[in-house]
């Protein structure tokens, strides 16, 4: 993490090697204690700073937060050449900021690439006509519209991840012909929680069967499948 002290005249008077490394700025021109304009004027000529249509304004607003920052302020600053860097300033208890730097760049781009892959796995399941759901940590994380139309649920009820207790709960009114719903319901958690490896079948009161498949994730998540026995044999 790159510090810097700038001083109440806006003077760099403290830095440490990863601030320099990252921004590239010379050790030489560092030791010349210049004001943060300087700095400023120096990382432009580099092109190390945001590309903004009015720099003096920019400029302006940069150096008018040494006055006006009083509690610790974040923000992100997109360079040119497609870094991201996190800051932090922090009001210096004797005049001037202390200022933190952080290349977040691999870090966003990895949360970019997870999250575009998360959209395209729920944009396939969602258009699959085999109702599916995935468990993860003891909660339902995942589930297609088919699966709400197979157990009749309403999203609205998933959307915030019940357990797999809950989960079971909610297909009760499936199985109230169950002579011991306890056991049958602690049967049920432990299939959908993957202690149980042996593939089931549900016999539900209103005549549907169905064979759940289970396959165990990488994450250590549980995917499983609902085959609708009576629809696919109609």
């Not at 400029?59 to 860097?85: M, Q, R």
């Not at 997870?114 to 909660?139: C, I, P, W």
């Not at 602690?186 to 089931?200: A, N």
């Not at 016999?203 to 169905?210: C, L, N, S």
């Amino acid at each position: 993490c790159g510090v810097a002290v700038f001083d109440k005249a806006t003077n760099l008077v403290f830095y440490n090697k990863p601030f320099l490394d990252l921004w590239g700025i010379s050790h030489a021109f560092a030791a010349t204690t210049p004001s943060y304009s300087m700095v400023l004027d120096d990382l432009r000529d580099r092109r190390k700073l945001p590309e903004v249509p009015d720099f003096r304004a920019y400029k302006k607003a940069e150096t008018d937060a040494f006055g006006s920052i009083v509690d610790n302020k974040e923000d992100f600053i997109h360079l040119p050449d497609g870094k991201t860097f996190k800051r932090a300033r922090i009001a210096h208890p004797l005049g001037g900021l202390l200022i933190t730097y952080e290349d977040i760049t691999d870090r966003l781009a990895l949360e970019t690439s997870y999250n575009t892959l998360s959209a395209v796995q729920k944009e396939t399941v969602d258009n699959l006509q085999e109702a599916v759901s995935v468990f993860l940590n003891g909660r339902l994380e995942l589930f297609n519209p088919a699966f709400c139309r197979l157990w009749d649920i309403d999203k609205s009820k998933l959307e915030n991840k019940p357990s797999v207790e809950e989960m079971v709960d909610l297909v009760h009114k499936y199985f109230s012909d169950v002579e011991d719903w306890a056991l049958f319901k602690k049967q049920l958690v432990k299939y959908f929680t993957g202690q149980v490896k042996e593939d089931i079948r549900l016999h539900r009161q209103d005549g549907v069967i169905i064979d759940p498949k289970s396959v165990l994730l990488p994450d250590g998540g549980i995917l499983i499948s609902y085959a609708n026995v009576i629809a696919e044999n109609s």
